[in-house]
Every structure is written in C-alpha cells, then in structure tokens.
C-alpha cells in the first residue's frame, strides 16, 4: 500500500485528506509542521509528499528544498491556499513535481496523486496519524 505524507498545519485539512486518501487505498501519515515532516521523511520509505507551504516553525519551501537535497525519489505536491504565479515558480524550481491551489477539489487531489502513484490494492479503511 503506498504511503503518503501530509505536511500543513490545519488540523482539518489533514483530517479531511487523510479520511480521502485511505479511503482510495493509501497509507497516510501526517505532520503539521517542518521538523515533523523532516523527521519522518528521512526515516520512513514514502511514495508521495504533499507539502503546504505554510508551515508553523518553518516553509514548506525550506522542506522541500531539503528533501530535494538528499531525497530526489519522492514525487511531491506542493498544495498551498496561498498560491502566487511567483511562489509556483519557487516550488517548481525548488522541485515540486506538481503545483497546486487548496481551491482544487479533494476528489481531484486525489485523482492527481492517484496519477502519481499507483494504489494496487484497495483499502476500505485505515488509521491515520494526527500530530
């Protein structure tokens, strides 16, 4: 089962994708902030990070650069309710694999990860970690 990690830190956003993202098969954890997110990137095998930009204690940029340094296997979305043209361009040159607004529709977030990585088998249910 493919697992992805989400990083924002809205309680209710986590919520609500981890709820959608188990529902489609996926393994989820998630962090609510930069330090969170980093420890578990680095000691858990992920399949996706989906990475808001606005973190408490830190930028999702400053993640995501991180990752990029040691870690260039791990597609990533940045998907940020914040979302410029100047701060897609950051993200995308920072290496985002994909750039999207928190306006988009869960199921098409979903349908965009789906696109990403490959669920094999599907899970009904499963438990997600809140932080």
Not at 52 to 61: K, T
């Given at each position: 089962m493919?697992?992805?990690?989400i990083?924002d830190?809205?309680v209710r956003?986590?919520e609500?994708?981890c709820?959608?993202l188990t529902?489609?098969?996926?393994?989820?954890?998630?962090?609510?902030g930069?330090a969170?997110?980093l420890?578990?990137i680095f000691?858990e095998?992920?399949?996706?990070?989906?990475?808001d930009?606005?973190?408490?204690?830190?930028?999702?940029?400053s993640?995501?650069?991180?990752?990029r340094?040691y870690?260039?296997?791990i597609p990533?979305?940045?998907?940020?309710?914040i979302?410029?043209?100047?701060l897609?361009k950051?993200?995308?040159?920072?290496g985002?694999?994909k750039?999207?607004?928190?306006?988009?529709?869960v199921m098409q977030?979903?349908?965009?990860i789906?696109s990403m990585?490959?669920?094999?088998e599907?899970?009904?249910?499963g438990v997600?970690e809140?932080e």
């Amino acid at each position: 089962m493919p697992k992805i990690l989400i990083v924002d830190d809205e309680v209710r956003i986590r919520e609500l994708l981890c709820k959608a993202l188990t529902r489609e098969g996926f393994e989820v954890a998630s962090a609510p902030g930069a330090a969170q997110a980093l420890e578990i990137i680095f000691k858990e095998p992920l399949d996706l990070l989906l990475l808001d930009v606005g973190l408490a204690g830190g930028s999702g940029l400053s993640v995501l650069k991180t990752v990029r340094e040691y870690r260039k296997d791990i597609p990533i979305i940045v998907y940020s309710g914040i979302l410029t043209p100047e701060l897609e361009k950051e993200a995308r040159e920072a290496g985002a694999d994909k750039v999207l607004s928190k306006d988009v529709d869960v199921m098409q977030l979903v349908a965009h990860i789906k696109s990403m990585v490959k669920v094999e088998e599907r899970v009904s249910q499963g438990v997600c970690e809140q932080e």
